[in-house]
Each structure stands twice: as C-alpha cells, then as structure tokens.
C-alpha cells in the first residue's frame, strides 16, 4: 500500500512477517497425482494458489498453509472430490461437512467422534477409523483396508489432520496429541509433523493412530448450527489451525504435578511435558484464572494432608516429600493454608477418625430401630 504523505519514510511502522512457508511440496505432488488420474490438468488449481508449476518439481520446496488451502479447495472443486484420489470412489463436494452436520448435536466429544468415525464408513469403505479409549488415554487409530498407493501419506495425513481439527473446533479447543504414529518410513519432509500433529511423530508403526488425553471426549460441544455454516466456507482451515485454548490444561498442570509434587517443577519441566511453551503455559493458565504457582501451592498442601492423615511420617520427612526445602517453610506455609501446624492437624484428624468410628455402631444401631 502506498505510504500516505504524511508519514515519513524513517517512522514508518516495519511490515508484517509474511506467512511461513512450511507445506512440503509432496503434498502438492500428491493432489497433481489425483489430477493426473483423471486425465486433467492442474493449471488453473495451481495458478490459484500462486505455485510456478516448474516449482513443483523442486521436491525440496515449501508452500504456505494459505497456498495449501487454495488448491485443495480448487482442486476439490474441479474434480468434484473432497478426498482427493485417495479412494476408489470419489467424495463429492460437501461430504466432509455433512459428516460434521451428522455430529455436532452430540452432547460430547466422544459421541461427535464416534459419530463422525462410523458416518465415514458409509462414505469409503478403502480406510476405517476407531476412537477407542485405554485408562486415561484416548486412540485414534486409521486401518487400511486396500493398498492407497502413492496417496498413502497424503490420504492418511489428511484425514487424520481434518479429524483433529474437527474435534478442536467441536470443543473450542487445543487438543493436544500424547503421540502420533504413522505405519511408513519416515519421508524427506519429516520435520514438517511436528508442526502438523504437535508432537514428535513415530514412525515405520504397525497402524496410523493419534492420542491424546481421554478427558477431552467428556467436553461438551461449543458450537451450534450457524457456527458450522460459517466454518464449512473455509473448513480446510481446521487442518491447519492451532488453537490457542485447552480447557483443560488446568487439569492438565495439576495432574503432572500430582504424580511428583516432591520435585520442585518448573514451568519449563511443566511445558514440557504438555508440550507447549512456557510462555503459552502461562498465558493460558491466566486465561482459565489460574497461575503455575497456585497450583504447585495446591499440590502441594493436597500431598501434605494426605501424608500426615495417612502416614506416621516425621513433620520434616512430610515436608520433603510435599516438596519444601525446609521444615520450618513447610510449617509456614502450612499454617497459612489450613490455620493451625502440622502436627495439631494430624492430631485433630486423627481425632475425628476415631469419633467417627466410635458413633458408626450406635448410628446403624438407631438406624435398625
């Protein structure tokens, strides 16, 4: 834009940072490999999206998300098939919003998942997908039941990515992977998963599966039936989006540190382990109201309860064990917390325990009469 003429040169704001260009050029190979089965040509597709077409030989070069979106909406458009060649048979235009049409009046996740799992079946019979759930963990996981061919990456990094994103938007929220595997080697463009999935991705593993944590399919559903029309005109965004929310990394903090509250986290061993940034951890945790300290606090007086109700430990080993440097600094916070030393607590609760088991004879001897 032309700068106006009041505005000189040397205080002129700097320009933005254009979009990165992190696409791999395979993946462009690939929906020229669904042109090429038809017998059409990708020209007008690739022009929409800016690519030179002597560029797409250049295995090694990137495109941005942007370009990404532009030929595949123009591709699908052209060939009228939203998978792309991936399967024997095509998907017309607006298959995968009427997969999403058929589960978003579900009460939650899980069901909209598993929804949207069994409705895909009846598209394409050439993949199945299976949301299953293991303890805490939740799997899912995308068989093959015929040879994809030179679209195997392409297909099964698309429907796993579109699934992903599906589930994000459902809930309004990141959905971060535990893991992502994939049952090929691993390709040139292998860095690029990380920025796809979140994670560091396995592969040459028996079966394509994403998990995450199971405590996200009991989310309720966030958007309603307006919001799915205005996603639909630009869906192919939801492979790429990062949501910046996660309802549940509360939660999520307070479960990490409850399996080691003796250690002394930091947000950067925290992040870690939720894989995202220290920085993106705290921002969010202000965000639900809450900061990494309060919750170490929490964790830490949850510890110191549990160990002097159930325990005969030393004051000072209680301490340790709850994550303080020192008794004297336990016994401050302690009483700060809960008003009174550990010792007097442990002595009045233990008092309780026995009124309690004292009056439970004559209480089931009343409840008789």
């Not at 893991?179 to 998963?193: L, M, T």
């Amino acid at each position: 834009m032309p700068r106006t003429p009041t505005t000189p040169a040397d205080t002129a704001p700097p320009a933005a940072p254009g979009p990165v260009a992190a696409t791999p050029m395979a993946f462009v190979q690939a929906i020229l490999q669904a042109y090429a089965q038809r017998s059409l040509s990708p020209a007008q597709a690739l022009a929409a999206a800016q690519i030179p077409p002597q560029s797409v030989r250049n295995i090694r070069a990137r495109i941005t998300a942007l370009q990404m979106e532009a030929l595949s909406a123009a591709a699908m458009r052209e060939l009228d098939d939203e998978a792309l060649g991936w399967f024997a048979r095509r998907l017309p235009w607006g298959s995968y919003g009427m997969l999403a049409r058929a589960s978003i009046s579900a009460p939650t996740l899980g069901l909209a998942l598993r929804r949207w799992c069994r409705h895909h079946a009846l598209l394409v019979d050439d993949i199945g997908l299976h949301l299953d759930t293991d303890g805490h963990t939740a799997t899912l996981a995308l068989a093959e039941h015929r040879d994809l061919g030179p679209l195997r990456e392409f297909c099964t990094v698309s429907v796993l990515r579109n699934a992903l994103g599906l589930a994000c938007w459902f809930i309004d929220s990141r959905l971060p992977l535990l893991a992502a595997a994939f049952p090929f080697a691993a390709p040139p463009h292998a860095e690029v998963y990380p920025l796809l999935f979140g994670v560091p991705p396995r592969f040459d593993a028996p079966q394509a599966v994403l998990r995450f944590d199971a405590r996200y399919l009991d989310l309720p559903l966030q958007r309603d039936e307006a919001a799915l029309n205005q996603m639909l005109q630009r869906a192919l965004l939801l492979t790429v989006r990062q949501y910046r929310r996660d309802r549940l990394l509360v939660q999520r903090v307070r479960q990490a540190l409850a399996h080691a509250p003796e250690f002394s986290h930091s947000a950067e061993t925290i992040a870690a382990q939720l894989h995202v940034s220290p920085r993106t951890l705290h921002r969010q945790l202000r965000e639900e109201g809450a900061s990494l300290q309060a919750l170490k606090d929490e964790a830490r007086q949850q510890r110191a309860r549990d160990l002097l109700q159930r325990t005969d430990r030393p004051v000072k080993a209680v301490a340790q064990a709850a994550g303080f440097a020192s008794e004297k600094s336990f016994m401050r916070a302690f009483r700060q917390w809960t008003g009174t030393s550990p010792a007097e607590y442990r002595r009045q609760r233990r008092a309780d325990a026995m009124a309690d088991r004292d009056t439970a004879p004559r209480r089931a001897v009343v409840h008789r009469t």
